[in-house]
């Protein structure tokens, strides 16, 4: 299996550092508000790199944060008139909804940012020790000069960063102007602020998850990630500045690889709460199913920015539709013989049934860097033969799919367009006996034209099937 690395700027063999256990981190949320598409995009990619690790045998822990200790969550808290944590609360819930919505899988671990502030002091405490961090007025910040790869996942030098590249804020505390706050004083509001050695305050933003990633590698008895993930909107400052400080610490590499995920853009620009063009994962799902916008995720190699229009998504539903149109009727005898649509109890109940060639053909797409667009292809491509369906039923699953709740929902719709079609065959079949082939013709075409096939039998009745695809 090869991953592109960021750090490298590489398409790279993927290697795990324990045998036993591939560890990996993803960014996860600010919890001040409901999730937007950008975090679906993100949320999915990062499932399918669980889950597909885990197909391929690897025991995967999969660690993914809450942020619940930020100036947004408490400024939308004051708005409200409630406490930051129970608005931290509140969208923490509403965020684990939107992930179950969505068939996400549960991450196996996942830190809240206040339950480590402790951890936090302790670690900032390390890099002042070292010399690689200073306190101004109770506002302690990382000293960049003491990373000597500083600069390593944007590409740039630090001569190339000071010109302006990404985010960076202009403070006269500063020794340098790159350098950044490990902790942030608020002397004056102990009611949303940490007590520590320099002072009532908070922590910074890139801390948190260096603090938490070492915390939990360290009962491995480990200081480095096998993957580091999230959006690439984040290698320039957070995982640049989480790099610096962990590495000035540890002495050892916060992560073998790194992998982003494109952005979710909205007219050019990506979306985000910032410049209110988003569109919440609730509002989306309240017009198309999750199944529809884990395929307009996946259906878009990872790496590259998707354009979020609902003409796209439309498409999306169109295009699922179309394949599970030539799964339906495997997908009911499943069901019927109450057979778990997770792809373990797939692989258990028909593993004579599937198609290795086929498994083959998809595991190569997939372990190139998970190219899922060519798995869904592929996937398509497959969907007419016969015995492909349960190889490509089994293959959805392991890409997230949950057709589970989709086999549930058109059961009945099913069962009407059995019983609305049957009802026409019977007239078409009185109309043959009688030599009434004008009639017989005109039923037959107009099912066709419905997207219903048509099998005609010497001996038995005839059958109708959805039409290929």
């Known amino acids: 299996m090869k991953v592109f690395n960021n750090l490298t700027n590489k398409l790279e063999d993927f290697k795990n550092l324990k045998e036993d256990l591939v560890h990996i981190y993803s960014c996860g949320p600010t919890v001040y508000d409901d999730s937007h598409i950008g975090h679906a995009r993100s949320a999915i990619t990062w499932d399918l790199l669980a889950r597909y ?33 129970t608005l931290s609360r509140k969208y923490t819930y509403e965020f ?31 890099l ?13 910040y990382f000293r960049i000069k003491c990373h000597k790869d500083y600069g390593q996942l944007k590409k740039q030098s630090i001569e190339q960063l ?13 020794e340098d102007q790159l350098d950044f706050a490990l902790w942030k004083a608020f002397p004056d509001d102990k009611e949303t602020s940490f007590k520590s050695p320099w002072g009532y305050g908070r922590p910074g933003w890139h801390l948190e998850c260096s603090t938490m990633i070492k915390s939990i590698l ?24 989480e790099c610096a400080q962990s590495e000035c610490l540890t002495g050892e590499a916060l992560a073998k690889y790194w992998m982003h995920n494109g952005m979710v853009m909205v007219n050019g620009t990506k979306m985000s709460k910032s410049l209110n063009n988003y569109m919440t994962i609730k509002d989306t799902l309240a017009k198309f199913s999750p199944n529809t916008i ?30 599970l149109n030539s799964l339906s009727q495997r997908l009911q005898y499943i069901k019927e013989e109450a057979v778990n649509l997770e792809a373990s109890e797939i692989e258990k109940q028909f593993k004579d049934s599937l198609d290795q060639s086929l498994i083959k053909e998809f595991e190569k797409f997939m372990d190139n860097d998970l ?51 049957s009802q026409l065959l019977e007239i078409r079949e009185q109309a043959r006996a009688n030599k009434d082939f004008a009639t017989s013709d005109k039923i037959r075409d107009q099912l066709q034209a419905a997207g219903i096939s048509i099998k005609d039998y010497r001996d038995k009745a005839s059958e109708w099937s959805f039409s290929d695809v």
């Open 294 to 323: 884990r395929y307009f995720c996946l259906a878009t190699h990872y790496k590259r920015q998707i354009n979020f229009t609902n003409e796209a998504l439309q498409s999306a539903e169109n295009g699922f539709k179309k394949l």
């Open 96 to 126: 684990w909804a939107d992930m179950s919505a969505l068939n996400v899988s549960w991450p196996d671990f996942e830190p809240r940012a206040t339950d480590y502030i402790d951890e936090m002091i302790e670690f900032i405490q390390g």
């Open 53 to 85: 690790l885990r197909y391929k045998g690897y025991k995967v822990n999969w660690i993914r944060n809450i942020t619940n200790v930020d100036d947004k969550i408490i400024n939308r808290a004051k708005e409200l008139n409630i406490s930051p944590d």
């Open 162 to 174: 000071k010109e302006g590249h990404g985010r960076i804020e202009e403070n006269s505390k500063k």
């Open 371 to 421: 190219s899922s667009p060519q798995a869904l292809a592929l996937l398509f491509e497959k969907s007419q033969d016969e015995k492909s369906k349960d190889t490509i039923i089994y293959l959805l699953s392991i890409l997230g799919f949950n057709l589970e709740t989709q086999t549930s929902s058109n059961t009945q719709k099913l069962e009407a367009m059995d019983a609305i079609v």
């Open 128 to 140: 002042m020790d070292k010399g690689a961090a200073y306190e101004v007025e109770g506002d302690v």
């Open 218 to 241: 360290e009962k491995h008895d480990m200081n480095t990630l096998d993957i580091h993930s999230g959006g690439d909107d984040l290698i320039f400052p957070h995982h640049e500045n």
